[in-house]
């Protein structure tokens, strides 16, 4: 519905295979960087917020990541897992279904090999696992996709704390403008009583 | 007369330019088998020289070379010296100028081959047919011959002659000094092997050697590792224990040569030519993906530019992704406090800079506003994820719930409050229990 600047349409059941791999860095930098997905976000999620009233801070977060998950088009893995997760908790079957049909590599974790066997290696991997935890859906992914993911991801929470922020602001200053006027107004209702 | 034809000879198949890479692999490769069995020396040595020469290209000093390569009599003496070390003084050696212009020409990779014509390595090659007890000599030699891309292993070969033919040494630094840098610490290595190998039935690994020679030099043509395949093909024969020890050994050293550079990825790139096999060469690919990757996050994460390592660097990573994740869910609650009503528009809401989210935002507020309670709790909030900004939230909240605004407002700007004496107090005693705990919060929070 909304015109993504640098993505193209792509729903979520689509595969990925070469979108995201050529021109990496700069894609996804600007990819999330530009104002327009600013908007485009921050519009979704006050009508998202608008629609829905929130019942505590929780739900706004999921609101807020949903938003995020949606604004990224399906095209990374997080947002995948986050959509699939949130829209039908039961149907997490679906994930894996649609997991084994998205995937163009299998990601068997073939950090046991080679450079682990190091200290040093034994400390990166640990970090990558613990990495993988953080990015929704990426617990057992290889190190490149991970790193991938993590790139994107980063730069999505980057957008989506600048953006929230942002509202919040505004959305605290607005309303004590509006409580000026209502108390202005109250006011002299409440000298009539 | 023999010695003047070639001359034409030579100078016509030399004129015609350097043949492409794929001639002179196809002689060497044909002349490769036919120059280890010990029954044909000189015939060896004609098609080494047949092979070789008319690839050898626009080199004015080249005819001395086939003239004399050519000779068999110059060359049977030397069969039967095997065993008395190196007779490369009979030989009619290339003077060294020649050998210096050899080099001075950027053949590039044909000088390698070039030096594979050297007058010494034929004759190496020739006593290595009959005295194979030679051990490490003429195992380098052999060496240098199936791989005579590779510098390194003439380079090595120089040096371990160097006692017989000093001038030899300094002289075939046809690669330049980037091979010669890689000799020394690969020639330990590659020299066991190659020992190794060609004292073990050399036919079988010389079969090999052909693909291996075709692939060895169009990989160095393309820059890549070098004797990425010779070992490999030790590994597939298989021959002995000891060559697959060395391979191993080297396999071993090479990965974890090339596993410690990608740690430090910022500044080291894998060596080159470190691979040895297939698994080797797809770790390396792996490796460099990552590091690829792990320099894309390196520019995503602030301030992340001197951070050196793997390591330290995801661990880097992971607290930004946290704190990120932390203050989404700090803003999330906000946004859940100052619930919007339903009467606005996104566009209205945000200044039209999206850019400047922490800096502007206040000012408008403070324009607003006169008193400096509001100010700090509208500007406190935007100075980050410290907990204290929960304190404003809470009395927002509060303030909200309970509609204590109009009381907020009345204790936060004293001013407007002083004109509206009677219904402050109105004010004061309906909303007495709400108004104290404004205040006091006030109190607390100034």
Known sequence: MLASPSSSSSSAGKKKKAMTKPGLGDQEETKWRTAAQQRIYGRRLVDALRATAPSGPQAVKELADSALALTARGQSRWSRAILLSRRRPSCKFLLKARRGRMQPKPPPPVLKRGAPVSPEGKKVSERLRLLGRLVPGCRKLSAPSLLEEAADYMAALEMQVKTMRALADALSTASLNAAEHAVSDELPLLADE | ?446
Not at chain 2, 27 to 38: D, V
Not at chain 2, 179 to 190: G, H, L, N, Q
Not at chain 2, 389 to 406: A, G, R, T
């Open chain 2, 1 to 446: 007369m023999y010695c003047g034809q070639p001359d034409q000879l030579l100078d016509l198949n030399w004129n015609q330019g350097m043949g492409p890479s794929g001639h002179l692999e196809s002689s060497l490769s044909s002349i490769a088998p036919s120059s280890f069995p010990p029954a044909a020396d000189g015939m060896a040595f004609h098609k080494l020289m047949g092979g070789l020469l008319p690839s050898v290209g626009n080199s004015g000093e080249s005819r001395p070379i086939g003239v004399r390569l050519n000779s068999p009599n110059k060359l049977n003496p030397y069969m039967p010296k095997a065993s008395g070390g190196l007779p490369l003084s009979g030989i009619p050696m290339m003077p060294a100028s020649h050998l210096e212009q050899f080099s001075s020409r950027t053949y590039g990779h044909l000088a390698a081959q070039l030096g594979i014509l050297d007058a010494e390595r034929l004759s190496r090659v020739s006593t290595l047919q009959i005295g194979l007890p030679e051990g490490r000599k003429e195992a380098s030699a052999v060496g240098g011959l199936r791989m005579d891309i590779n510098n390194a292993e003439l380079m090595s070969g120089r040096e371990e002659y160097s006692a017989s033919n000093p001038a030899a040494s300094g002289e075939l630094s046809l690669g330049g000094p980037s091979k010669k840098r890689k000799a020394p610490p690969r020639d330990k290595v590659k020299a066991t092997g190659i020992a190794d190998s060609a004292i073990d039935p050399p036919t079988a690994t010389v079969e090999e050697d052909h693909p291996s020679a075709k692939r060895c030099r169009s990989t160095e043509k393309n820059g890549t590792e070098t004797d990425a395949v010779k070992p490999k093909e030790e590994q597939n024969d298989g021959c002995s224990s000891n060559k697959n020890n060395g391979q191993k050994k080297q396999g071993n050293d090479n990965s974890s040569k090339s596993g410690e550079p990608p740690k430090d990825y910022i500044h080291v790139r894998a060596r080159r030519g470190q691979a040895t096999d297939s698994h080797s060469l797809a770790e390396r690919v792996r490796r460099e993906k990552i590091s690829q990757r792990m320099k894309l996050l390196q520019d995503l994460v602030p301030g992340c530019n001197k951070v050196t390592g793997k390591a330290v660097m995801l661990d880097e990573i992971i607290n930004y992704v946290q704190s990120l994740q932390h203050q989404v869910e700090f803003l999330s609650m906000k946004l859940a406090t100052v619930n919007p009503q339903s009467d606005f528009n996104f566009e209205t809401l945000i200044p039209k800079d999206m850019n400047q989210t922490c800096g502007p935002v206040p000012n408008s507020v403070y324009s607003l506003e006169t008193s400096e309670v509001t100010a700090q709790y509208i500007h406190q909030p935007q100075q980050g994820t410290s907990l204290h900004c929960v304190l404003p939230n809470d009395i927002e909240i509060q303030n909200s719930l309970n509609m204590l605004e109009p009381t907020f407002h009345r204790s936060a700007r004293q001013p407007f409050i002083s004109g509206f004496d009677t219904t402050s107090s109105q004010l004061g005693a309906f909303w007495e229990g709400d108004l104290q705990n404004a205040t006091h919060l006030d109190i607390e929070h100034n």
